[in-house]
């Protein structure tokens, strides 16, 4: 095992697959905590910076093995104070991240997946297509990464932040994590899960399982099988209060419907051993699901499945004909599922002068799928005919849609598990 690419990564090994590699060498399973803390809370990639380590160790270890990470090649920064950065991963690919901070918390959103092979009606990510998994290293690398850029190692742990939204002294910046960038994360469940156990793991990150959080547009045979897994928050990408709405709007729907759904969702969290709900998030789409019948429909639907609901604006991109909802009736929505009894969270827009709000997520994916292609040629016709039309109407409409931004309309919950969050 001489080559590069022959050698193992630590950055991507869990707890007992770090102690799997240190028996394999011969050595005491406690190294693996030890080099799990050099990486992951000092945040050292060279092994000969291990100096709790002895060097034949050391030596040992560089020949099998080493730290390799994705790499960052864009940084964007908010006047808001959000940061988002575009990462590079091993498949040629590339994804977003992005870290809001806020009162009491700081939150990062994390990708599993270069691309998606969903293909939700609403989601600029689904219409890239898909290309890759990403690997263990490549998703917790996206934690590291945060850590460094926002100078997050070597301080308290993230869990010291205070239940009532003040921060403890010195705290780690990123307090809160969420599975709701670029992928299903549940398609990409083995690594997922090894990267869920660092982020919680006390030797590595030590995130609270409250604090951690998979968002799912619904795998059902993976939440069947999550709580063997992890004991992660969880989401849901609901959307629609009815299968044939839903069918349109998040197909795998027509896999798994939502009673199906439902019925997972709550296996899981009821295996929990806190009392933990999950979190319900809806797309408000102009005229597709934002009717009050809607709102009253999704109030019954919920009413025996305790959560919390999150509404979501939809953002527009160019590769959609669907439009915000207007204020008035993201509020007259919000309003009917309160008076039902609900806590609901409207997500408020962070970062937009970074390309980094709820909807602007997209990387850069080299589709395998031949979906991205096929959305781009109907885009381009459409955009013939607008422009056309425009030119006999003597109006704005081709700038306007020329002007859109090809954008991610999916999955920056940051509002979710929000601790004493008081009810709207
Ligand atoms: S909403 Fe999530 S699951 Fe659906 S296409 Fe987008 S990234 Fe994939």
Known sequence: MTTREAKIN???LSLPKMQAFFLELGEKPFRASQTLKWIHQRGVTDIDAMTDISKPLREKMKS???IRLPQITQEFRSADGSCKWIVQVESGSSVEMVFIPEAGRGTLCISSQAGCSLDCSFCATGKQGFNSNLTVAEIIGQLWWANQKLAGFGVKPAQEWSEDGKPAQNPRPVSNVVMMGMGEPLLNFENVMDALSLMMEDQAYGLSKRRVTISTSG???AIDRLKDFTDASLAVSLHAPNDELRNELVPINKKYPIKELLRSVSGYMEGLSDRRVPVIEYTLIAGVNDHRQHARELAVLLKDFPC???LIPFNPFSLSDYRRPSS????????ILHEAGYTVTVRT???DDIGAACGQ????????????????DAAEAQKGNEQEFAVEQRSETAAEVTGKRFSRADNLAIEI???RRPSV
């Open 361 to 376: 997520l997209v990387g850069e994916v080299g589709d395998n799928t031949r979906r991205s292609q096929r959305y781009r």
């Open 308 to 310: 919390k609901i999150n």
């Open 349 to 351: 827009t962070r970062a």
């Open 10 to 12: 630590l950055m991507g």
């Open 64 to 66: 099998v093995a080493e």
């Open 219 to 221: 795998v059902v045979p």
């Open 328 to 335: 008035s009736s993201v509020s007259n929505f919000r309003q």
């Open 417 to 419: 598990d929000r601790p």
